[in-house]
């Protein structure tokens, strides 16, 4: 079953736009991280957040946490036509097992 | 470049039939995992091995099975195949970043197509 949810399933932006997509989960985590797939491919880590922290930074890419309402949002700034993808968010239920449950992932399209 | 390889990267298969599915790592990385992705959806954890012994198992029935090499290499065996089983397989070795994570580095996937 999928752990988290994305949300929204779909996005269309401008290049030059900020796209903002969130994710929800059901379990205590130790992490969550967000990975990227291209058009079918295999998937690229972006970024790691650990459970004891509230927000990180990885070039264009923020990412928040927030433990409490068990969500996390990926923001990418400036975005660029390259940037299109689908976006997954990744969490290990039951620390250190590395046996992550991935969302349901939301569809990034950036027009140039 | 995750340095993670799968093979082959397409294949057909008819129902019934059984297939076997290839990765192998130039990482080092001693664990490996298998994940199903259906089309739209997100990967799906199968099973984890670990120096050679299966630690880990999502909600896959038997016919999906395994096995890691001395070299780390692994392999996914499905029996019996069913029109179901039509998805994207993703291999991913583990990164263990100081014991409170581990990112995954992926291979590009072998896509099976069942008829």
């Known amino acids: 079953s999928q752990q988290g949810e994305e949300d929204p399933q779909a996005l269309s932006i401008q290049e030059g736009e900020n796209a903002t997509m969130n994710c929800s989960y059901k379990?205590?985590?130790?992490?969550l991280q967000w990975y990227r797939q291209n058009s079918g491919r295999g998937l690229v880590h972006l970024i790691l957040?650990?459970?004891?922290?509230r927000e990180k930074h990885s070039g264009r890419l923020r990412v928040t946490l927030d433990t409490s309402k068990k969500s996390s949002s990926l923001l990418i700034t400036a975005s660029r036509a390259a940037d299109t993808a689908s976006y997954f968010c990744?969490?290990?239920?039951?620390?250190?097992?590395?046996?992550?449950?991935f969302g349901t992932g939301t569809r990034l399209k950036v027009l140039a | 470049e995750t340095g993670v390889t799968q093979s082959p990267t397409h294949l057909i298969k008819t129902r019934g039939q059984q297939v076997t599915l290839r990765c192998s790592s130039q990482s080092g990385h001693n664990t490996v995992s298998w994940y199903q992705q259906a089309l739209g959806q997100g990967p799906q954890f199968i099973f984890q091995y670990y120096r050679e012994e299966e630690n880990g198992r999502g909600n896959f029935p038997p016919r999906f099975s395994g096995l890691q090499f001395p070299n780390y290499s692994s392999e996914l065996n499905v029996n019996a195949l069913e029109l179901d089983d039509s998805a994207l397989y993703l291999c991913?070795?583990?990164?263990?970043?100081?014991?409170?994570?581990?990112?995954?580095?992926f291979g590009e996937g072998s896509r099976l197509t069942v008829l």
């Open positions: 991913a070795t583990i990164h263990i970043t100081g014991g409170l994570g581990g990112e995954l580095f």
């Open positions: 990744a969490t290990d239920p039951t620390s250190g097992t590395y046996k992550y449950i």
């Open positions: 379990t205590s985590i130790n992490n």
């Open positions: 957040i650990r459970s004891n922290e």
